[in-house]
């Protein structure tokens, strides 16, 4: 399975866009979270996976909403996200340890959903 | 008369369920320049490029390079809250700078860091507040 991951950066003197970079694994999991309007807190998201097989994960969701790991796996702690901006993370150096679960926390007027998508070797 | 320049940041990812495609982080600043300069082939020596953008005010840098190489932003001792003065580019390969500590004074750009790898070029653009 392949991940193509591509930034576009558009300045007043043209557009800088590279071709994208491509992550490749045995198993790609896809997550469409329902975030009900109002409060949540920690509540948990099942999605799992090793350290070592990591490759790539990206969060985007259409209201804020920070994503936590229920065991801190992230090296940058919790990730908030902006409404519609998304998050990758991708490589060893973006974990400290393995995903067992995912968090998510939020408190909006509005009810959205939180689009997670995960590329790793279950057995590398 | 204030003129507000714009760096618009948008990220994609296709996967084999479909595409994820934001809606873009715009950056504004009213200082913005850009520059485009040699690579020299792996084995060259670095070129010294003269470059400074201020660390307070700052709000967005974009690197790409069309060959692998290491660029220095001389002064620089934090990147995206990594201590460290270099960017890392592999070809083709955007980084976006959103966060930096120290003053860049100078940019040193490192030569193809793949044996025996090509000469080639590197953009920058830069936004700030000045």
Same mark, same amino acid.
């Given at each position: 399975?392949?991940?193509?991951?591509?930034?576009? =950066?558009?300045?007043?003197?043209?557009?800088?866009?590279?071709?994208?970079?491509?992550?490749?694994?045995?198993?790609?999991?896809?997550?469409?979270? *329902?975030?009900?309007?109002? *409060?949540?807190?920690?509540?948990?998201?099942?999605?799992? =996976?090793?350290?070592?097989?990591?490759? =790539?994960?990206?969060?985007?969701?259409?209201?804020?909403?920070?994503?936590?790991?229920?065991?801190?796996?992230?090296?940058?702690?919790?990730?908030?996200?902006?409404?519609?901006?998304?998050?990758?993370? *991708?490589?060893?150096? *973006?974990?400290?340890?393995?995903?067992?679960?995912?968090?998510?926390? =939020?408190?909006?007027?509005?009810?959205?959903?939180?689009?997670?998508?995960?590329?790793?070797?279950?057995?590398? | 008369?204030?003129?507000?320049?714009?760096?618009?940041?948008?990220?994609?990812?296709?996967?084999?369920?479909?595409?994820?495609?934001?809606?873009?982080?715009?950056?504004?600043?009213?200082?913005?320049?850009?520059?485009?300069?040699?690579? !020299?082939?792996?084995?060259?020596?670095?070129?010294?490029?003269?470059?400074?953008?201020?660390?307070?005010?700052?709000?967005?840098?974009?690197?790409?390079?069309?060959?692998?190489?290491?660029?220095?932003?001389?002064?620089?001792?934090?990147? !995206?809250?990594?201590?460290?003065?270099?960017?890392?580019?592999?070809? !083709?390969?955007?980084?976006?700078?959103?966060?930096?500590?120290?003053?860049?004074?100078?940019?040193?750009?490192?030569? !193809?860091?793949?044996?025996?790898?090509?000469?080639?070029?590197?953009?920058?653009?830069?936004?700030?507040?000045?």
């Amino acid at each position: 399975m392949n991940f193509t991951y591509t930034q576009t =950066c558009r300045t007043p003197f043209g557009t800088l866009q590279d071709s994208g970079k491509v992550y490749t694994a045995e198993t790609a999991s896809v997550t469409d979270q *329902a975030l009900t309007a109002g *409060a949540h807190v920690a509540e948990v998201i099942a999605v799992a =996976c090793a350290e070592t097989g990591f490759q =790539c994960l990206a969060l985007m969701s259409d209201v804020p909403v920070v994503v936590g790991a229920f065991d801190a796996a992230f090296t940058d702690g919790p990730q908030t996200l902006v409404a519609n901006q998304m998050v990758f993370l *991708a490589g060893a150096a *973006a974990l400290a340890s393995d995903i067992t679960n995912l968090t998510f926390t =939020c408190n909006n007027a509005g009810a959205g959903t939180l689009k997670i998508r995960l590329l790793y070797d279950p057995t590398p | 008369m204030f003129s507000a320049f714009t760096f618009t940041y948008t990220q994609t990812l296709q996967t084999p369920a479909g595409s994820l495609q934001d809606s873009g982080q715009v950056f504004t600043g009213d200082t913005c320049h850009a520059g485009r300069w040699v690579v !020299n082939a792996n084995g060259g020596g670095a070129n010294a490029i003269v470059e400074a953008f201020p660390a307070t005010g700052f709000q967005a840098a974009v690197l790409i390079a069309d060959v692998p190489c290491v660029v220095t932003l001389t002064g620089a001792t934090a990147i !995206n809250g990594v201590a460290t003065a270099d960017v890392t580019l592999a070809a !083709n390969v955007e980084q976006v700078v959103t966060a930096l500590t120290g003053a860049v004074t100078a940019i040193s750009v490192g030569a !193809n860091t793949t044996g025996a790898g090509p000469a080639g070029l590197v953009n920058l653009a830069v936004l700030y507040n000045s």
